[in-house]
């Protein structure tokens, strides 16, 4: 069995995030992809998300942080909704929403949330678009997200608290470091 691996390619990254937006239309699979890929979230705790989640629904403005227990860890966490997640938010028809409507609604059942199973098919659909092999699945959303944070200079203890890791190992783990990786750092260095 592989391992889910991180999207590394910065070009398919681009063609698997835009799938959803221009080859085949749908913004709550647009929205799913970008949210999983700026937050850092498990596939579970992004599916649990609802508008009052992310909209202040008494000031009438978008939240500046998603504040949640993670269902798999039971512990708190609190995202900064950055940029592009505010864009794709902005996209929503959000103040005619419902402080307890599922952002990512099942077509079939508009009062439950998308399955896990039929977020790891949209998921696998984008992926196979962009030229993305086999190892990408919904976790791949959250690795992708820490591997271009270390690529972009994070510190690896930051990325063990983002992630609410109980140990270091599984961080390094995550951050998918091939040998390719290790070898810019010695063909960098010139003491």
């Given at each position: 069995?592989?391992?889910?691996?991180?999207i590394r390619d910065i070009e398919k990254l681009r063609l698997f995030k835009e799938y959803y937006k221009y080859e085949k239309p749908n913004v709550r699979n647009y929205t799913l992809i970008i949210i999983g890929l700026n937050s850092a979230l498990r596939i579970s705790d992004i599916l649990s998300l609802t508008y009052g989640n992310v909209f202040d629904f008494k000031n009438r403005?978008?939240?500046t942080h998603i504040s949640l227990t993670e269902q798999?860890?039971?512990?708190?966490?609190?995202?900064?909704i950055n940029e592009e997640v505010k864009k794709v938010l902005a996209e929503?028809?959000?103040?005619?929403?419902k402080s307890e409507d599922w952002i990512f609604y099942s077509q079939m059942h508009r009062n439950q949330h998308l399955s896990r199973y039929q977020a790891f098919r949209l998921i696998k659909e984008a992926a196979a678009y962009a030229?993305?092999?086999?190892?990408?699945?919904?976790?791949?959303l959250r690795k992708t997200f820490g591997y271009?944070?270390?690529?972009?200079?994070?510190?690896?203890a930051l990325l063990m608290n983002i992630y609410n890791h109980s140990s270091y190992q599984i961080?390094?783990?995550?951050?998918?470091?091939?040998?390719s990786d290790k070898d810019a750092v010695f063909e960098k260095i010139r003491l």
């Open positions: 069995m592989s391992t889910t691996q991180p403005e978008w939240k798999k860890t039971g512990k708190n966490n609190r995202i900064y929503q028809d959000c103040p005619f929403k030229g993305l092999d086999t190892t990408i699945s919904c976790h791949s271009h944070a270390w690529k972009q200079g994070t510190p690896p961080t390094k783990r995550y951050l998918g470091i091939e040998q």
